[in-house]
């Protein structure tokens, strides 16, 4: 089952939130800082054991990582890192359905039956919201017919902060 909501993903009682990281995965803005923030600093210091897979990077673009959720409503938080945009074709639509679908197996491997995003990469990192949904959308729906049964009765809630970004995904979705 795919659901739209408009609202705060922090509050969200789901199984898992993801959350539009940046490589080092240590905090920043957006969604990213508001997730920290409601974590507390046991988030912080979860991400600062991640292994570094070359130096300040922790989760490379389009990779995904897991930690407890600690104060935050959801158990676990999925880290992944979107693409920043520049103009659609240095392999940034390729890379931004790769942070769902590896979102998402990991919620499967944890056990997960509910998940919630963000709008990945279409903040600070400008990938036009339309063009992102589209492929969020798209990188989910496959993702939940190519898997067995179990997985495929996974909850995914795109949370989206404005109510214009809610309606692009509701539109989408019918």
Same mark, same amino acid.
Not at 65 to 68: E, G
């Given at each position: 089952m795919i659901k739209v909501i408009q609202g705060d993903i922090t509050t969200l009682a789901v199984d898992a939130i993801v959350n539009a990281a940046n490589q #080092?995965?240590? %905090? %920043?803005?957006? #969604?990213?800082? +508001?997730?920290?923030? +409601?974590? %507390? &600093?046991?988030? !912080? @210091?979860? /991400?600062?054991k991640v292994p570094e897979v070359r130096p300040g990077v922790r989760c490379p673009t389009g990779e995904a =990582?897991?930690? &407890?959720g600690f104060n935050l409503p959801a158990k676990f938080v999925i880290h992944t890192v979107g693409p920043v945009y520049r103009d659609g074709q240095h392999g @940034? &639509?390729? =890379?931004?359905?790769?942070? !769902?679908?590896? *979102?998402?197996?990991?919620a499967a491997e944890n056990g997960c039956k509910s998940i919630a995003f963000p709008c990945i990469s279409t903040g600070i990192y400008g990938y036009p $919201?339309?063009?992102?949904? $589209?492929? +969020? #959308? =798209? +990188? #989910? =729906?496959e993702f939940l017919a190519a898997k067995n049964a179990k997985d495929a009765r996974m909850e995914v809630v795109? /949370? /989206?902060? *404005? @109510?214009?970004?809610?309606?692009v995904y509701e539109r989408l979705l019918s």
């Open positions: #080092v995965m240590l %905090g %920043g803005g957006g #969604v990213d800082g +508001a997730i920290h923030r +409601a974590a %507390g &600093p046991e988030l !912080y @210091e979860a /991400c600062l =990582r897991i930690t &407890p @940034e &639509p390729e =890379r931004l359905a790769a942070c !769902y679908r590896n *979102s998402l197996a990991l $919201k339309e063009e992102a949904a $589209k492929i +969020a #959308v =798209r +990188a #989910v =729906r795109f /949370c /989206c902060f *404005s @109510e214009r970004d809610a309606a």
